[in-house]
């Protein structure tokens, strides 16, 4: 019981953004790719776990190689023990439930990382940016497969 207050009161304390997850400190470091995330703003996607303890991202597709192989990224931490995911949305730069977002992939629109997936908060949003960015295709969260981080990482969609 302790340490639940504990964590609580360290979540109280920490800048917290949409989706009830702390900001990235200044110098957070994704644990994928090893950039400063603080950096990339407008990309920002994270994990907030039952504890309270969070990971950041520099984009969603950081965010899904590190789901897709927490342990690699992030010992002692399981996937199931995550209580959210959160993604930062293109148009209104707000961050959004990443089971909830939509997402294009193969646009002319370049992250930090390079090719990313691009979440929106809608489907009308996401057909919009599909034509005027020239995007190949539109995804769920589910629907992101678990070699797709890399072949974008290569430029294929």
Same mark, same amino acid.
């Given at each position: 019981m302790r340490g639940f207050l504990v964590a609580c +009161? +360290? =979540?109280?304390?920490? *800048?917290?953004? =949409?989706? !009830? #997850?702390?900001?990235p400190k *200044?110098? /957070?470091l994704c644990p994928v790719c090893g950039m400063v995330? #603080?950096?990339?703003? %407008? &990309?920002? =996607? #994270?994990?907030?776990y039952k504890d309270g303890h969070a990971h950041h991202f520099d984009? %969603?597709?950081d965010l899904f190689k590190y789901l897709f192989?927490?342990? $690699?990224? =992030? $010992?002692g931490h399981r996937r199931e023990d995550i209580a959210r995911i959160g993604v930062t949305e293109y148009y209104g730069?707000? $961050?959004v439930d990443a089971r909830?977002? &939509?997402?294009?992939? !193969?646009s002319d629109v370049l992250g930090?990382? !390079?090719?990313? +997936?691009? *979440? +929106? %908060?809608? $489907? @009308? /949003? %996401? @057909? @919009?940016?599909?034509?005027?960015?020239r995007g190949r295709r539109i995804l769920r969260f589910d629907e992101v497969t678990r070699d797709l981080p890399g072949r974008l990482d290569a430029g294929r969609f």
């Open positions: +009161l +360290l =979540a109280l304390a920490l *800048p917290v953004g =949409a989706l !009830g #997850s702390p900001e *200044p110098r /957070d995330v #603080s950096k990339y703003p %407008a &990309w920002i =996607a #994270s994990v907030v984009g %969603a597709k192989d927490v342990q $690699r990224y =992030a $010992r730069l707000k $961050r909830q977002a &939509w997402y294009v992939i !193969g930090p990382m !390079g090719h990313e +997936l691009i *979440p +929106l %908060a809608s $489907r @009308e /949003d %996401a @057909e @919009e940016f599909l034509r005027d960015h």
